[in-house]
């Protein structure tokens, strides 16, 4: 990895920053993403004592927010000549709805509409990087999805938490599927992955029972957030997937999603209704 630079989004705890540790020793440079800058400034300390002489720098974005992605994306171009690595992973489960100031239900678009818009962004700069690969974070629980519901994205009719987290995690994979359409021929490969069910952050924004709950699964249940990054890892780094693109990985090996996830024509709705949004005027 060494002249590499990889953008890690999420990179302030849990996967991300372990990922970012693991590719620092191997020698690239890091665009670290995060929201919190206590955090941040945490996590730019631990990857620098890990890895002495680590190159990492901190951009501030929250990714809810239409303009600030933008604004992150412009920040990314402007700061780096080459991206080859992207590695979308900030992600939350959101026990109660709510919408952005862009009107998008949280976690669709945090989960999808973030990982979208910033490799839109990017997307030519990782293509004059070529090769380049862009990793996204997905997760088992799309299992829990049926499809898409594309009459109702927003989860006005009816919401769960978990409903909305596991719909925008087979969102991530039918994105990937026809992001690595898009991308065949451009020496970019783009792939996805089920981390496992990690010791991190995830689920800490709630409250109650909900916040309880998933912390004692996590007690019990959960493997470390270096394994977790594992599969990251291997998919920015491994020589051997080099030329895999569109791929669902799990445990660093080919994984099966559902069927849904195989829908390819859920996948180019899906595409076309994220450039609407994208390019839709600001509120």
Same mark, same amino acid.
């Given at each position: 990895m060494h002249s590499k630079t990889c953008v890690i989004t999420g990179a302030t705890s849990g996967i991300g920053l372990a990922a970012a540790v693991a590719l620092a020793a191997?020698?690239?440079?890091? !665009?670290?993403?995060?929201?919190? @800058? #206590?955090? %941040?400034?945490?996590?730019?300390a631990r990857v620098r004592a890990a890895v002495p002489g680590a190159r990492a720098t901190m951009h501030y974005a929250d990714l809810l927010r239409r303009s600030e992605?933008?604004?992150?994306?412009?920040?990314?171009?402007?700061?780096?000549?080459?991206?080859?690595?992207?590695?979308?992973?900030?992600?939350?489960?959101?026990?109660?709805?709510?919408?952005?100031?862009?009107?998008?239900?949280?976690?669709?678009a945090l989960n999808h509409m973030a990982y979208f818009r910033l490799t839109r962004f990017l997307q030519e700069r990782l293509i004059a990087s070529a090769p380049a690969r862009v990793v996204s974070? !997905?997760?088992?629980?799309?299992? @829990? #999805?049926? %499809?898409?519901?594309?009459?109702?994205?927003?989860?006005?009719?009816?919401?769960?938490g978990w409903t909305a987290y596991s719909r925008s995690k087979l969102a991530n994979i039918l994105f990937t599927r026809a992001l690595a359409r898009?991308?065949?021929?451009?020496?970019?490969?783009?792939?996805?992955l089920h981390p496992g069910f990690v010791a991190s952050r995830f689920g800490d924004n709630n409250r109650g029972v909900f916040r309880w709950s998933l912390g004692v699964g996590k007690r019990l249940f959960a493997i470390s957030q270096a394994r977790g990054a594992e599969t990251?890892?291997?998919?920015?780094s491994d020589p051997s997937v080099a030329a895999t693109s569109g791929g669902y990985?799990?445990?660093?090996?080919p994984a099966t999603p559902t069927a849904a996830a195989h829908d390819d024509r859920a996948a180019e709705r899906l595409w076309e209704i994220s450039v609407k949004l994208m390019e839709a005027p600001s509120r």
């Open positions: 191997r020698g690239a440079e890091l !665009a670290l993403v995060g929201r919190d @800058r #206590a955090r %941040g400034e945490a996590a730019l992605v933008r604004r992150l994306g412009v920040e990314l171009l402007a700061t780096y000549p080459r991206i080859d690595v992207l590695v979308n992973n900030a992600g939350a489960l959101f026990q109660r709805r709510e919408v952005t100031e862009d009107g998008l239900e949280r976690t669709f974070v !997905a997760s088992r629980a799309h299992r @829990r #999805a049926t %499809g898409l519901d594309f009459d109702d994205l927003n989860l006005e009719l009816e919401y769960s898009r991308l065949a021929g451009t020496g970019v490969t783009a792939n996805c990251v890892i291997y998919l920015a990985f799990a445990d660093s090996k």
